[in-house]
């Protein structure tokens, strides 16, 4: 009860406040779902991947 | 359009009904002697489980349930799974379902295997059947570095040109050239595989159905036709292949190649390696595709799950709500 | 007042989806008009995007459908959400359909709302044909000449008439060109249609489970349906993607995989599952212009039912018998679209002509004959 009245007074009450909230939180969300997605997919696919066998095939001597 | 038959056809029945003996006609009696489903009804409790939608929908489930799982344990639908159009020879055996270490839902290619089926394709099968939609570029980063595909297209040479001087010129290959197919047009195919076609590889495995197992089972299926299967001089023999008779001989034989990465090279194991490198030939978006779809389920399952709050939510005060019905009030005898 | 009921266009925008008074008690079988829309318009931005890489010349189609999977940017994402959402569009519509025909949404006075939505199934099948043909596989290419064919039936100019829409003596360039034209064209008609859809739709508002009039309990669209659309379209999403993203060729048919040759016949030429059942039915008439006359008039015959369904109670509700016989036309259709997909021959012939009778008779005969006896039942049984 008290945090959505928090959430309300800090946020929501002005629209100004409320829309860039939006774009910054899915901004945010956006970026920590792809990482996470995506640390998943490699662990659950380790080494079968390129980036997991480039290292025998690629001399970064550069 | 007529609504109902007419009362003179129904002349009979009422006779039939005027005939009983009984007292003056009233509408009471004559709703007693109409039965109407509730009034024959089993006992309440049992007519309750029979007429929820959970008892249906269970039942329903049940059966759809049953019909798919001996479907999928038989391969043919309970009793009507015996009446074939076709044999089993026209059709081409079925092939069994290998575990494919990309086969599920979130499970990428193994890259090592694709560049060691690259290996088995440039080896043997490039020299009757071409890749043309695969370009030298599309290796990189999937099974060789950008050196090493540089380096194998420019071991083959291309036509280009016309040059200034209007002559068409030989040159090494660079990364946006394609594969070079083995023949240089279909006739040229045929008259060295004895009239067959050897067909393009780039899309075999959408190309058949069965995919990669049929692919696999094929390359690995041959064997001597059984007695008194006719087969005809130049033709092989092969379970899978619709019409048992394939004009491909059998082609993987143990140690034909020569792994870089000291795998051994079995039969199985380069089957197993060249199908998943047409497997990848076929759908390079394979990997990236999968891990789309893991963040689409989620999303979209997420957002199902919300929606449906928000749905019940909205609607609480509709579905909680209570009609009262207040009779009019009785004007006298009626 | 407000902008939103004042001003020309946005009043439309009110009166359709914001205020309109709909049935407080149609069920998410109601839904499907709505998933419509939504494929609908999935339709029109995927294929536009596809028609920027697409070339309509039978030299150029195939390999034009795989340079936009291999090289296109996620093109291989909007060919695919492309090819799936029209299998979903006919899921969508034949359950939209069977709604229809179970709640006797085709009586008056919907009568015309009904028969604008059966140009609309007849518009997407032809729509659906001429998609098929685009990518230039061997079912596109066989599954073309074995249905265009078919007009050669029809007797005196047949023939002439198939060699017109042909362009030619058989399925060629020209044919795949023109194809190309009123696929593009097609939806946008749609588009039309259903918006004469629409219309017929508000001069009498929606049906509901009870074929009864509602107008004593109403709830505005929005919130309460806006936000029940929004659940099965989340549920439409999410099972789009398992398609698209996991299964995207499992509704397909590989031979499509195999560039067209008309050199050579595949093994057996089926056409796209939505429209298995007509083929059947096609089939199953051993004459050739039979067979194509029945194939469409089990389209148009969803045009009489209005005339044949003589019951005065409308939708099937409180009337046993005739959800049996509803379930029994449903499972047909089934059997039909099974028969649709096997070869012709020993027992799926004769089965399909079964089968085919039964969809007839369903509408000329059964439904009718339900209808009227239970009416002069009802009448028998509340007499004085």
């Known amino acids: 009860m008290g945090v959505f009245n928090t959430f309300y007074n800090t946020i929501a009450k002005r629209n100004s406040i409320f829309v860039p909230t939006i774009f910054a939180t899915a901004f945010a969300f956006s970026i920590s779902f792809d990482v996470g997605v995506t640390s998943f997919w490699d662990r659950w696919n380790q080494g079968k991947q390129w980036k997991d066998i480039r290292h025998k095939y690629v001399q970064d001597s550069e | 359009m007529l609504s109902r038959l007419p009362a003179s056809s129904l002349k009979g029945l009422r006779s039939l009904a005027e005939a009983r003996p009984s007292a003056a006609r009233s509408a009471a009696q004559t709703a007693s002697r109409v039965r109407f489903s509730s009034s024959s009804a089993s006992s309440s409790a049992v007519k309750s489980f029979l007429d929820s939608r959970a008892t249906l929908a269970s039942a329903t489930l049940l059966t759809v349930g049953s019909i798919a799982w001996y479907t999928h344990l038989y391969g043919s639908l309970p009793f009507l799974g015996e009446v074939h159009a076709n044999s089993p020879a026209e059709e081409g055996l079925h092939p069994p379902h290998y575990p494919w270490s990309h086969g599920g839902l979130l499970d990428s290619f193994d890259h090592s295997s694709i560049r ?219 | 007042m407000r902008t939103l009921k004042k001003n020309m266009l946005l009043r439309l925008v009110n009166s359709y989806i914001v205020d309109s008074p709909e049935p407080a008690n149609i069920s998410y079988l109601w839904n499907f008009g709505s998933l419509l829309g939504v494929c609908l318009v999935l339709q029109i931005l995927t294929g536009i995007f596809l028609a920027m890489h697409y070339q309509p010349h039978v030299d150029f189609a195939f390999n034009s459908v795989e340079h936009i999977m291999r090289d296109v940017n996620n093109g291989w994402a909007i060919r695919y959400t492309h090819a799936n959402v029209a299998s979903f569009f006919f899921i969508f519509v034949y359950i939209h359909i069977a709604r229809g025909l179970y709640y006797g949404s085709y009586k008056s006075p919907r009568v015309l709302l009904w028969s604008i939505g059966v140009i609309i199934l007849v518009v997407m099948m032809a729509t659906g044909f001429l998609g098929y043909v685009l990518p230039y596989g061997q079912m596109s290419l066989w599954g073309a000449t074995v249905i265009t064919n078919l007009l050669s039936a029809i007797p005196v100019f047949g023939q002439d008439l198939v060699e017109l829409i042909w362009g030619g003596f058989s399925v060629n360039n020209a044919t795949l060109n023109r194809f190309f034209s009123l696929h593009y064209l097609l939806p946008f008609l749609l588009a039309a249609l259903v918006v004469a859809h629409l219309i017929a739709l508000h001069t009498h508002g929606s049906n509901n489970p009870n074929g009864i009039g509602s107008s004593t309990d109403r709830l505005t669209m929005h919130p309460y349906f806006t936000f029940k659309d929004l659940v099965t379209i989340f549920l439409f999403f999410l099972i789009l993607s398992i398609f698209v993203f996991y299964y995207p060729n499992m509704l397909g048919h590989s031979d499509n995989y195999i560039p067209a040759n008309p050199m050579q016949t595949p093994a057996s030429i089926v056409p796209e599952w939505y429209l298995l059942p007509f083929y059947a039915i096609l089939r199953s008439i051993p004459n050739k212009l039979l067979g194509v006359i029945a194939m469409f008039g089990s389209l148009f015959i969803l045009l009489i039912l209005p005339i044949t369904d003589v019951s005065r109670v409308r939708g099937n509700q409180f009337r046993p018998a005739m959800k049996l016989f509803f379930w029994f036309f449903v499972v047909n259709f089934f059997i039909l679209m099974w028969i649709g997909s096997q070869h012709p021959t020993s027992p799926y012939v004769e089965i399909g002509q079964i089968s085919t009778a039964f969809y007839f008779l369903w509408f000329i005969l059964i439904v009718p004959v339900l209808g009227l006896s239970e009416n002069t039942i009802m009448d028998v049984a509340t007499e004085k």
């Open chain 2, 116 to 334: 060691r089926g690259y290996q088995v394709y440039r080896e043997v099968c490039a020299a009757c059947h071409s890749l043309d939609r695969i370009a030298w570029r599309n290796l990189v980063g999937v099974s060789h570095s950008v050196d090493e595909v540089k380096a194998m297209a420019e071991e083959v040479e291309y036509e280009d040109g016309p040059n200034d001087q209007g002559e068409m010129f030989q040159r090494p290959g660079k990364l946006s050239d394609y594969m070079p197919p083995p023949y240089p047009n279909e006739e040229a195919a045929r008259a060295s595989n004895q009239g067959a076609l050897p067909p393009d590889l780039s899309l075999i495995v959408k190309a058949r159905h069965g995919g990669p197992d049929y692919i696999f089972a094929l390359l690995t299926g041959y064997r001597d036709a059984p007695a008194g299967f006719e087969i005809r001089d130049g033709m092989n023999y092969n379970p899978y292949f619709p019409g048992n008779a394939i004009s491909m001989a059998r082609v993987l034989f143990d140690g034909l190649v020569e792994y870089e990465d000291g795998t051994p090279a079995t039969t199985s194991q380069m089957a197993k390696d060249v199908v998943t490198f047409l497997n990848w030939a076929a759908e390079p978006e394979h990997d990236e595709r999968k891990k789309a779809g893991l963040k689409a389920v989620i999303l979209f399952s997420a957002l199902t799950a919300i929606s449906l709050y928000v749905k019940r939510y909205k609607w609480a005060p509709i579905k909680s709500r209570k009609i009262i019905y207040n009779p009019p009030a009785d004007k006298g005898h009626h």
